[in-house]
């Protein structure tokens, strides 16, 4: 019997080798996600993962490619990495089947790092990895919560290159090349093993999307940790031309660290591309200068 293309069901997740999904208790609600720990000792920070829009924890955990995943890439440097799938994604989506606003998507990350604090070794404390929406969150949460160590975020600016209210508009090919650039950024076998990562966008998740530059501005003041952005060769859903970028930063201006970097050969779905290896040396690399800093002050 054929079986027609949306009959047909999700590949099942999987994942690397020392990854192991968790359930953790938050705001009401119960998140899922994935843990990968050092394999020898304790760690020297945590790392928390931030997934974007319509996809999961996983993107964290690239399957086609023994270098893609992020999770067993920090627990061989010493991190552990916890990678949660956001309120309205995973467990939690039957429990809020419309999602939750940003607001309150910080409020419950927020909860989540304590809970997940009193029951494992965080190391020197908390580092967010966040991507594209997850950017978002991860910005809103630096804000308004003390304690977090240091920041790192791609796919993610504060002016559109497309206005929101036109992205309904876009035809649903256009939609997926934004996403995903020129097919060649991303190892064989990449799109059928991200079926099992996307997910339904929560509507009142959607709805605040045309909010965001305004937002940025109202936060951006607020940051005052060790921020680093990264822009894809490939990125077309944000503004990020020098003029752009001069703006953007201008308006950081309690960060004691701002750096925005481009990541070559790269579409906005870095994690699951050929350069995910790349950024996330980079990334773990900034994360590595940031608590050596804060080694330094301590001394």
Known sequence: ????????????????????PLLLEAGGLTLSGLLAEPPDGAPRATVVAVHGGGMRAGYFDGQVHAGLSLLTLGARLGFTVLALDRPGYGRSAAQVPAGLTLDEQSAVLSEALDAFAERHAVGAGFLLLAHSYGGKLALTTVARTPGVLALDASGIGHRYAVE????????????WERNWGPLGLYP???????????????????????????????LAPLIDIPLRLTFAEHETWWLHEEPDLADLTSRLTAAPVVRVERQAGAGHNISLGRAARSYHLRALAFFEECLCLRSAEDD
């Open 164 to 175: 929101p209210a036109g992205r309904q508009r876009h035809r649903r090919h256009l939609e």
């Open 188 to 218: 064989s076998g990449t799109f059928r093993a991200a079926e099992a990562l996307v997910a339904a966008v929560p509507a009142r998740e959607a709805a605040e999307v045309a909010l965001w530059p305004g937002k940025f501005d109202e």
């Open 1 to 20: 019997m054929n079986v027609s293309r949306t009959e047909r069901k999700k590949p099942l997740p999987t994942y690397s080798a020392g990854v192991r």
